[in-house]
């Protein structure tokens, strides 16, 4: 059963970066046909698609968030990661990592809470 | 970018009702239109792919339908554990978007 797992800082000061690591588990990150996804939820935006990466390496990004959002994938840890640059309180947010598909986004991580805090 | 406007946006009903949420999109989707269910400090749960195609292990009360760009999830006889929030996701084009969302409470 494929399970996803993020981790990474809970609390991060405005401006810094807010990095976040998907640990995938039941599968591996390198089976074809699916992309690995970054979705956040806040109160105020709701459920916003951060972007996604596939196995080989081949990235799109959310456009409203593009020019801070870096992805990456460690095959070897079958792992995927986030790093979002320059963070203000409006980063403030559940962060999901999940693997995606043409039709569907399943199954999803837990989520991990990141605050934006002096 | 794609919207998708959910409606209602609240929902009070009692167990054993039937409800039916809809999903209008602001252009075709192709039928690439997902449903999700979440609960309070839990992921979504995928419930239905390519508008009408239930996910495996989903109770067969769910369906889901579609007319044009409108779309819509009904929940037939609610149960108890059907008390959540649903929300719809386009998959036709990048980025992908969701609703924002549908609470279901109790009467």
């Known amino acids: 059963q494929l399970q996803l797992q993020e981790s990474g800082s809970g609390l991060v000061k405005p401006s810094e970066t807010l990095s976040l690591t998907c640990a995938v588990s039941g599968d591996s990150i390198s089976s074809g046909g699916y992309s690995w996804s970054w979705i956040r939820q806040s109160p105020g935006k709701g459920l916003e698609w951060i972007g996604y990466?596939?196995?080989?390496?081949?990235?799109y990004y959310n456009p409203s968030l593009k020019s801070r959002v870096t992805l990456s994938v460690d095959r070897s840890k079958n792992q995927f990661s986030l790093k979002l640059s320059s963070v203000t309180a409006a980063d403030t947010a559940v962060y999901y990592c999940?693997?995606?598909?043409?039709?569907?986004?399943?199954?999803w991580g837990q989520g991990t809470l990141v605050t934006v805090s002096s | 970018d794609i919207q998708l406007t959910q409606s209602p946006s609240f929902l009070s009903a009692s167990v054993g009702d039937t409800v039916t949420i809809t999903c209008r999109a602001s252009q075709g989707i192709a039928g690439y239109l997902a449903w999700y269910q979440q609960k309070p400090g839990k992921a979504p749960k995928l419930l239905i792919y390519t508008a009408l195609t239930l996910q495996s292990g989903v109770p067969s009360r769910f369906s889901g339908g579609e007319s044009g760009t409108d779309f819509t999830l009904t929940i037939s006889s609610l149960q108890p554990e059907d008390f959540a929030t649903y929300y719809c996701q386009q998959l036709n084009s990048y980025p992908l978007t969701f609703g924002g969302g549908t609470k279901v409470e109790i009467k």
């Open positions: 999940a693997r995606s598909s043409r039709i569907s986004v399943d199954p």
């Open positions: 990466i596939y196995h080989s390496g081949g990235i």
